[in-house]
T-cell receptor, first 113, second 113 residues
Framework: DAGVIQSPRHEVTEMGQEVTLRCKPI?????LFWYRQTMMRGLELLIY????????DSGMPEDRFSAKMPNASFSTLKIQPSEPRDSAVYFC???????????FGPGTRLLVL | EDQVTQSPEALRLQEGESSSLNCSYT??????LFWYRQDPGKGPEFLFT???AGEEKEKERLKATLTKKESFLHITAPKPEDSATYLC??????????????FGTGTRLLVSP
């Protein structure tokens, strides 16, 4: 298996623009997680899905953030409008159950100017 | 509040100089403790899962142990390729009934030849 795939790997945008991050989980994994990593706060869970349904979105910082999972092999995290404080590395992870090991993608490094 | 604290923040070792990394946690309803390795510019890579006090797991030069309040990652005779950030995470059962991984901020390990 190719592992968790994320795109783009790097994104540079200007404040106010819409940003869309993409993730393809490992085939057969029913859980998908979106994390944000910063130097100050480390890795933080934003939202997770089970069988394409959002289960816990309490970590989503603001209404500017939204996530969807239209099918078992694709998810998006959207920021609209983006702000400089959104600059971070965003990771997607997947697992077969909520208790099993989460496997992480390579991340998207986002810089909002 | 669920909390994971890792120490030290950074550790510099000479090749062959054994040491231990610490992960202490305060969490209700522990479901598991995970160790990950993260190289610069990459996503966290799974190392171990521990579920109960007294449990130990080994992989090459690494051994993870678990007590009721903390976990240790022992590194025996490290090599430069062991240089990375080591992340500890606990699977916590939230009051909402949801579960999530709570990460520590990591220990940056540098092994010099």
């Amino acid at each position: 298996d190719a592992g968790v795939i994320q795109s783009p790997r790097h994104e540079v945008t200007e404040m106010g623009q819409e940003v869309t991050l993409r993730c393809k989980p490992i085939s057969g994994h029913d859980y998908l997680f979106w994390y944000r990593q910063t130097m100050m706060r480390g890795l933080e869970l934003l939202i997770y899905f089970n069988n394409n349904v959002p289960i816990d979105d309490s970590g989503m910082p603001e209404d500017r953030f939204s996530a969807k999972m239209p099918n078992a092999s694709f998810s998006t995290l959207k920021i609209q409008p983006s702000e400089p404080r959104d600059s971070a590395v965003y990771f997607c992870a997947s697992s077969s159950t909520v208790l099993e090991t989460q496997y992480f993608g390579p991340g998207t490094r986002l810089l909002v100017l | 509040e669920d909390q994971v604290t890792q120490s030290p923040e950074a550790l510099r070792l000479q090749e062959g100089e054994s040491s231990s990394l610490n992960c202490s946690y305060t969490v209700s309803g522990l479901r598991g403790l995970f160790w990950y390795r993260q190289d610069p510019g990459k996503g966290p890579e799974f190392l171990f899962t521990l579920y109960s006090a007294g449990e130990e797991k080994e992989k090459e030069r690494l051994k993870a142990t678990l007590t009721k309040k903390e976990s240790f990652l022992h590194i025996t005779a490290p090599k430069p390729e062991d240089s990375a950030t080591y992340l500890c995470a606990v699977q916590a059962l939230l009051s909402t009934g949801f579960q999530k991984l709570v990460f520590g901020t990591g220990t940056r390990l540098l092994v010099s030849p």
